[in-house]
């Protein structure tokens, strides 16, 4: 990795954020155009970003038990009655 | 279930809507469920996490001053109560990812080694290895980087709210973002190395 490879590592998800400055958007872009490498890594990064996005465990999400909805339920309305005027 | 659409979740629930109930309970429990689940790895801790913030949202809501920081709220009283599961805090980092260790070169290697990223993000749907791989990577993270990853990457709340919910900086919250983004980078790299994609 070259000295410029490594002066934009640390700046590569505020450029996929949109959330770098202007003049220092434009210097990274200047040089990950004519790096292969960057390129590739880049193109990695922002796909693993857009997985992770998308990302939720593998243990499927358990459903409400009756019960435990009534109780809900009940704290709710309970709420609504208190700010009533 | 975007910023907007939750503000306006927020006002019909405070207007008494029996659809806003239901269609809050449905979607919040299982965001609140994947959340805990990811932070406390217990299903049972997490069920009860998704279930008691439930219920404080409920009993608290008429609190809520913004209905525009409905989300923010809700996962900071996530957040609290993970932490009262897992008794010790999210806010003391244990163990720290180094920028170095994430470099895709480590010094004296000249080439970059890299797998084939191309029929990536598509094939994920498909590919239950990679979701296993990703699964891994995102329990292997240390626990605040873990934490700001599921609230900006996954929850897609904003460098400020994260910050607030878990009481850092909003540097602190982009540096480890951006290397828990690295990290699950280098470990879905790993894995595509070693499989046929």
């Given at each position: 990795?070259?000295?410029?490879?490594?002066?934009?590592?640390?700046?590569?998800?505020?450029?996929?954020?949109?959330?770098?400055?202007?003049?220092?958007?434009?210097?990274?872009?200047?040089?990950?155009?004519?790096?292969?490498?960057?390129?590739?890594?880049?193109?990695?990064?922002?796909?693993?970003?857009?997985?992770?996005?998308?990302?939720?465990?593998?243990s499927?999400?358990?459903?409400?038990?009756?019960?435990?909805?009534?109780?809900?339920?009940?704290?709710?309305?309970?709420?609504?009655?208190?700010?009533?005027? | 279930?975007?910023?907007?659409?939750?503000?306006?979740?927020?006002?019909?629930?405070?207007?008494?809507?029996?659809?806003?109930?239901?269609?809050?309970?449905?979607?919040?429990?299982?965001?609140l469920f994947r959340y805990s689940y990811a932070m406390c790895?217990q299903r049972e801790d997490a069920e009860e996490v998704a279930?008691?913030?439930?219920?404080?949202?409920?009993?608290?809501?008429?609190?809520?001053?913004?209905?525009?920081?409905?989300?923010?709220?809700?996962?900071?009283?996530?957040?609290?109560?993970?932490?009262?599961?897992?008794?010790?805090?999210?806010?003391?980092?244990?163990?720290?990812?180094?920028?170095?260790?994430?470099?895709?070169?480590?010094?004296?290697?000249?080439?970059?080694?890299?797998?084939?990223?191309?029929?990536?993000?598509?094939?994920?749907?498909?590919?239950?290895?990679?979701?296993?791989?990703?699964?891994?990577?995102?329990?292997?993270?240390?626990?605040?980087?873990?934490?700001?990853?599921?609230?900006?990457?996954?929850?897609?709340?904003?460098?400020?709210?994260?910050?607030?919910?878990?009481?850092?900086?909003?540097?602190?919250?982009?540096?480890?973002?951006?290397?828990?983004?690295?990290?699950?980078?280098?470990?879905?790299?790993?894995?595509?190395?070693?499989?046929?994609?």
């Amino acid at each position: 990795m070259n000295r410029d490879c490594s002066s934009i590592f640390a700046l590569l998800s505020g450029y996929l954020d949109r959330d770098l400055p202007p003049v220092e958007c434009a210097e990274l872009e200047q040089h990950i155009q004519s790096c292969a490498p960057c390129v590739a890594f880049v193109d990695s990064l922002k796909k693993s970003v857009q997985l992770g996005k998308g990302y939720a465990p593998a243990s499927d999400v358990p459903a409400l038990a009756p019960e435990t909805k009534q109780k809900l339920q009940e704290a709710y309305q309970r709420m609504l009655a208190a700010r009533k005027p | 279930m975007n910023p907007s659409g939750d503000t306006q979740l927020a006002r019909d629930l405070l207007n008494g809507s029996p659809e806003a109930f239901d269609h809050f309970v449905e979607a919040y429990n299982a965001k609140l469920f994947r959340y805990s689940y990811a932070m406390c790895h217990q299903r049972e801790d997490a069920e009860e996490v998704a279930q008691e913030t439930l219920l404080k949202v409920f009993q608290n809501l008429d609190q809520l001053q913004d209905p525009e920081r409905l989300k923010p709220w809700i996962f900071r009283i996530a957040k609290n109560a993970c932490l009262m599961k897992r008794r010790k805090s999210v806010f003391a980092p244990k163990e720290e990812l180094s920028l170095d260790e994430l470099r895709p070169f480590k010094d004296g290697e000249q080439r970059l080694q890299i797998a084939d990223w191309g029929p990536l993000p598509d094939r994920a749907a498909q590919d239950s290895e990679l979701r296993l791989a990703l699964d891994s990577a995102v329990a292997d993270l240390p626990d605040l980087y873990r934490a700001v990853f599921l609230l900006r990457d996954v929850e897609q709340l904003s460098t400020e709210d994260a910050a607030e919910i878990l009481g850092i900086s909003n540097d602190a919250v982009k540096t480890r973002l951006h290397r828990a983004r690295l990290a699950l980078r280098q470990q879905l790299d790993e894995h595509l190395r070693g499989a046929t994609v």
